[in-house]
């Protein structure tokens, strides 16, 4: 809460101040910084602006309160960390047999991949953007024996942004293909270092992974 002090024209402020931070239904963020430390951020659902009307109000001061909701209780940096993969060739789940002796049918892995660095003190949900070409994409988390699977074939202009919070897949900014995820393996990724892959059936195009460091 804070305190408002402008006689005379507090009650024009406060209908706008009302107005503006009407109860809504999207997420925003609200920004902090605690000394020693980075910025820092929630993001939050406004549900309203509420004061007192007592004595104070006669002087033109009254007591604020701005009351927001948190869906997601992480605390988040406000720097958003990416990083770039390229395509790392054919990726499959594959098979073995023991002849005793070396007859390999197994997994192929893509050769790229990058290693993702998290802060803070907690599991973090990353965002996935995939850009064609490229078909059957495939989201290796190496570090934990993850990954996310989808049947669709991207063009060369084409983004398939996987968002792993909400759970959502959209192609182009607008259109669900959650249908295309054919191994729902979600994860977060883990404080530290994790290994990220990036392969599918056939293409060339790259996996940008972008995330904030957590905190409790």
């Not at 033109?60 to 990416?82: K, M, V, W």
């Not at 942004?161 to 191994?183: A, F, H, K, Q």
Request: aromatic share 12%.
């Amino acid at each position: 809460g804070v305190a408002y002090c402008n006689v005379g024209s507090e009650e024009v402020y406060l209908d706008s101040l009302k107005a503006n931070f009407a109860p809504g239904i999207v997420l925003k963020p609200f920004y902090f910084k605690a000394p020693g430390v980075d910025e820092r951020l929630l993001f939050c659902k406004s549900r309203g602006v509420r004061y007192s009307w007592e004595h104070l109000r006669r002087t033109g001061c009254t007591p604020i309160q701005f009351l927001l909701y948190a869906e997601d209780p992480r605390i988040y940096t406000s720097f958003l960390n990416s990083l770039v993969i390229n395509f790392g060739g054919i990726a499959t789940t594959g098979f073995g047999f023991d002849f005793g002796f070396d007859l390999t049918f197994g997994a192929t892995i893509p050769v790229s991949a990058g290693v993702v660095t998290v802060g803070g003190n907690r599991p973090t949900p990353p965002v996935f953007t995939i850009a064609g070409p490229v078909v059957d994409p495939r989201i290796i988390n190496e570090t934990d024996s993850k990954s996310l699977n989808f049947s669709i074939t991207l063009g060369g202009g084409d983004t398939l942004v996987v968002d792993t919070l909400n759970r959502t897949v959209i192609l182009n900014g607008t259109t669900n293909r959650r249908n295309t995820l054919t191994t729902m393996d979600w994860f977060d990724l883990q404080k530290g270092d994790t290994t990220i892959r990036f392969g599918g059936a056939s293409g060339s195009g790259t996996l940008t992974v972008a995330w904030r460091d957590a905190w409790r």
